[in-house]
């Protein structure tokens, strides 16, 4: 951790009520934070809700890796109001409700931000919610203020990071869309589940927020959708997510069962685990995708792997266009995660 | 290892003279073996040459974890006159410069088959041209007969798995091509190198005979090769076969310059390593294919893949369209493998 003072209120700023860690070893607590005036291409949102989400805690407390800078303001789940827009902003208009992610800019400029991946500019170097500094030329105020999450009253972004809430969507359960949604969407559209012509067998690994998020929006997208978890426990609730099948990783003929079936693995563990356990369930060209960062590293069999072009590649979240395509299937498919509301006071 | 007599010649099929090891221990010698005759589909080619495989040495000797069926006849890279074919045989004609690579047969009915990845037939169950048993209906002959190599006067095999030769091809050279050749090439066309609307830039490390292959291959279809070994002492060699740049592994401030800058990296290395030194040249999106077979575990930090979404994979030869375009574009491109010709009693 650091400490990095909030530089004074500068002429383009404006200061705004916040809940988060003034310091080290501190509770949440009232933070007063500067927020950018909005500037030309920009859309200030009123915020009705927040998520809440796990790394939100650990970045909060400074439990991954020291990397916390203070005072810090999580939130990276914003689900606002639109209540001012800059003279050239077209994505969006006053009164509209928006979302923000869990980055607010990139270069825009470089191969991978043209491709949409922006979350990869650059070599992963996209401007966090919160806990960064500004990088790059989208967000206004004084360069020198860090970024503040959502726990606040209000947030200002460039348009191109606002992510629109369809007319109609739960606003109090749009959040967690914003984070495990778009972690499991974007690997699904990446390794080719959201191409029509395609009917894959998609296995996700953990059956918590990302893997039931996953297994609605795989289904949702027309495919067999096989849910994996170490023991049977959660079965029933993998199925009422909508799973068609499920396989217990610790028990071996339920793994041999569906050894070689499966086209994309997701898997969402983060605990402390070894890849190759599923490797087997890969079929010809099946692909196994890391979306937890398990400090660990795995150890891996070329022979596994080459015998029949497996792969094994990792996901971190998801582009501001792949963000709106997940929010805009969320809608028409009606997922949601389950949420639970709390007062700010009450985090 | 285990003893497989050669079944009595039976009436569909006809003696052959044949270089191979009778049992093991045993040292190379004349051995007498049964080819298929002539059915509707197939073609008889009488050998011209035959490569000599690092792979046929183990394989012969019983140096690749028991699975050498004694007798045996080793040779993966056939090349031949044809001088019989099938009835209903269209592909070639007698007279045809013909090649003959690593399988000799695959379902040729599933989807991977359908797919032209006859190599990676349910699950990797292709026969190979040697040391294999017949399974599938492909090959004619009595069914128990295993199969035997190239070390020998003749071959038949189902057309569909005939390489054309071109006319004009350096015939004593391209027995290699048939294997380290399509080893290179399968890869490169998987993983995009192939399109013309692209340009990439690939690493290969290794510079021995599929690592030239590589350069070789890669420079001719258009793309920055970057050949990458433990030390410099192969640097003059790799821009001799086409290398653009060289990168020496052990050397922090040649990586360091080479970080996050390639497309693909094929690594042909088969001696203990750790693939996970080569992850940092890998662009976003990058990925790296191993095609040696290290029977040690490589450790796999998730973090090195997730952040920028890339990908460590695995190849094993190609199939057989695959393998016909390679030689194609090693024709048109003048590409060979250096070679020593050796009579078969000098090996």
Redesign the interface.
């Known amino acids: 951790m650091f400490n990095r003072p909030i530089p004074e209120c500068a002429e383009n700023e404006y200061k705004e009520v916040a809940w988060g860690i003034k310091a080290d070893g501190e509770k949440f607590a009232p933070v007063t934070i500067n927020r950018p005036k909005v500037g030309d291409f920009d859309v200030k949102m009123d915020m009705l809700y927040c998520g809440i989400c796990h790394s939100d805690v650990h970045i909060a407390f400074n439990q991954l890796g020291g990397k916390t800078m203070y005072p810090c303001v999580p939130g990276h789940e914003l689900v606002g109001k639109v209540v001012e827009v800059g003279p050239k902003v077209t994505k969006v208009k006053v009164g509209d409700h928006v979302g923000c992610g869990c980055i607010v800019d990139s270069c825009l400029d470089c191969e ?1 931000c043209t491709q949409g ?1 922006e979350q ?1 500019c650059l ?2 170097k996209s401007v966090h919610t919160y806990n960064d500094r500004k990088r790059y030329t989208h967000i206004g105020g004084n360069p020198d203020t860090q970024t503040f999450g959502g726990y606040s009253g209000s947030q200002v972004i460039h348009e191109h990071f606002a992510i629109k809430i369809p007319e109609g969507m739960d606003l109090k359960a749009v959040g967690p869309l914003l984070c495990a949604g778009i972690t499991m969407y974007d690997p699904l559209k ?1 390794w080719g589940a959201t191409n029509k012509d395609k009917k894959m067998t998609i296995g996700i690994i953990g059956i918590g927020g990302l893997g039931s998020m996953g297994i609605k929006l795989a289904k949702a997208l027309g495919h067999k959708v096989v849910a994996i978890s170490t023991s049977a426990n959660k079965m029933e609730m993998a199925k009422e997510k909508g799973a068609d099948d499920f396989v217990v990783s610790k028990d071996p003929e339920s793994m041999k069962a569906h050894t ?1 079936t499966m086209d994309l693995i997701l898997n969402t563990v983060s605990a402390s685990h070894q ?2 356990t599923y490797i087997p369930l890969l ?3 099946g ?1 196994l995708v ?6 660990e ?7 596994s ?12 979240i998801g582009g501001i266009a792949s963000t709106q395509e997940c929010i805009d299937l969320c809608h028409k498919a009606n997922i949601y995660p389950d949420v639970q509301l709390v007062e700010a006071k009450e985090i």
């Open positions: 991978v991946d990869y070599g992963g990446h070689s890849a190759s079929g010809v060209d692909t890391q979306l937890g960062l398990v400090l590293a795995h150890a891996i069999g070329v022979g792997l080459y015998r029949t072009r497996k792969t094994i590649s990792g996901s971190h």
